[in-house]
């Protein structure tokens, strides 16, 4: 359901909350599994999902210091008034929808992987399909905001504070640094969590 209220929202920061609870549904449906390596992954996606998301608002933020609006349909051309905001909401439209190399693309992956050969080949499939429609469906309305035309003459840039930039550098590392490298520990400590769920 999370899926098709992304399709059709109008607010932002509304975007990313629907995804959240899309997430969640992924996140289950990986419990549900019932196998050593879904609930592992399930355990790596509440991690990944977590950081990414944190940087997802923090870029909506960003935008929304830049435009003064929430509203979808009213944000065009970012690109060219604030071209750092632009730039943090086009990183994470594809980091929360799963596209690689970021640290959610790793988590679903797993998960797909331990759906696939646990051969629960119709949910797996399904949960794909919803996953690559809420990819396809964030990434619409992002580009519009970013590259679409302005609905009114062009606004003059406004950079951004100094707190707002270093912000979104901090919370954008651990979405591509845990895309490629899990830590040891990390591993170590999701491995424990999921176990856990096995009990």
């Known amino acids: 359901m999370a899926v098709f209220l992304i399709l059709g929202v109008r607010d932002y920061k509304r975007m990313f909350a629907f995804s959240t609870v899309e997430h969640m549904g ?4 990986a419990i549900g599994l019932g196998v050593p390596a879904a609930s592992a992954a399930a355990m790596a996606q509440i991690v990944t999902h977590s950081v990414t998301k944190s940087f997802c608002f923090l870029a909506a933020g960003s935008a929304l210091l830049a435009v003064q609006t929430r509203d979808i349909a009213s944000v065009r051309g970012l690109v060219w008034s604030s071209p750092l905001s632009a730039f943090a909401l086009l990183l994470g439209g594809l980091a929360i929808g799963g596209a690689p190399p970021f ?4 988590s679903e992956f797993s998960i ?5 050969g646990q051969r ?3 949910i797996t499939t399904a949960v794909v399909i919803l996953i690559v429609v809420a990819f396809f469906g ?6 519009h905001m970013v590259f679409g035309r302005p609905v009114k003459p062009r606004l003059e840039r406004k950079p951004l504070p100094l ?6 550098l901090l919370a954008a590392l651990p979405v591509v640094l845990l895309g490629v490298y899990v830590p040891s520990p990390l591993h170590q400590l999701l491995r424990l969590a999921a176990a856990t769920l096995e009990r």
Do not use: E, K
């Open 163 to 168: 707190s707002c930039r270093v912000s979104l």
């Open 120 to 122: 629960a080949y119709v």
């Open 26 to 29: 992924i996140i289950f449906t």
């Open 112 to 116: 797909f992987r331990a759906g696939y």
């Open 138 to 143: 964030i990434l619409y309305h992002v580009t």
């Open 103 to 106: 640290a959610v693309f790793l």
